[in-house]
T-cell receptor
Framework: DAGVIQSPRHEVTEMGQEVTLRCKPI?????LFWYRQTMMRGLELLIY????????DSGMPEDRFSAKMPNASFSTLKIQPSEPRDSAVYFC?????????FGDGTRLSIL | SQQGEEDPQALSIQEGENATMNCSYK?????LQWYRQNSGRGLVHLIL?????REKHSGRLRVTLDTSKKSSSLLITASRAADTASYFC????????????FGPGTSLSVIP
């Protein structure tokens, strides 16, 4: 079992650029979650999918953020245009029932 | 919105001592889970307790749940330096697929 795989592990880019974060969930899992973690706000749920369908995107900060899950083995989180306040660690997690299994995250720095 | 609130925010103990962390929540839950996060890594699931359970054990971990007080505690016995990490409680709501809401966490330092 390879676990949840996220790429890239680190991303440094300039303000205004498009950022795409990628996630490969554990095979057989039917729920996928995107979280953002910062010192100030802790771990925030951005969006989650069930059977590739977005169920709740109420945590997505604004229209600059979008997420897709074109199939059961791949999801992306896109930020366009990026801003310095988007700097955080972004986690992807997957599950089948409980519990959730987390990737090691993408550390994003927007300069 | 945060559902669970851990207490204390930070805890420092000597190796061999027991560590107790508490979690309080506001609404009805289906289950409550505890996760650990080592620095620079993702969260790792430790234990899940369902709303109809009162206590659960896993190795050196003991979790209790009091639904009347809307609170849970995580006890780590005979702590080791390797237990140094942040610990999060997460509440699973009755209606939301596999969604859970994480608290802000307790940072545990175990001094060798």
């Amino acid at each position: 079992d390879a676990g949840v795989i996220q790429s890239p592990r680190h991303e440094v880019t300039e303000m205004g650029q498009e950022v795409t974060l990628r996630c490969k969930p554990i095979s057989g899992h039917n729920s996928l979650f995107w979280y953002r973690q910062t010192m100030m706000r802790g771990l925030e749920l951005l969006i989650y999918f069930n059977n590739n369908v977005p169920i709740d995107d109420s945590g997505m900060p604004e229209d600059r953020f979008s997420a897709k899950m074109p199939n059961a083995s791949f999801s992306t989180l896109k930020i366009q245009p990026s801003e310095p306040r988007d700097s955080a660690v972004y986690f992807c997690a997957s599950s089948f029932d409980q519990p959730q299994h987390f990737g090691d995250g993408t550390r994003l720095s927007i300069l | 919105s945060q559902q669970g609130e851990e207490d204390p925010q930070a805890l420092s103990i000597q190796e061999g001592e027991n560590a107790t962390m508490n979690c309080s929540y506001k609404t009805s839950i289906n289950n409550l889970q505890w996760y650990r996060q080592n620095s620079g890594r993702g969260l790792v699931h430790l234990i899940l307790i369902r709303s109809n359970e009162r206590e659960k054990h896993s190795g050196r971990l003991r979790v209790t749940l009091d639904t009347s007080k809307k609170s849970s505690s995580l006890l780590i016995t005979a702590s080791r330096a390797a237990d140094t990490a942040s610990y999060f409680c997460a509440t699973g709501e009755k209606t939301s697929y596999d969604k859970v809401i994480f608290g802000p966490g307790t940072s545990l330092s175990v001094i060798p």
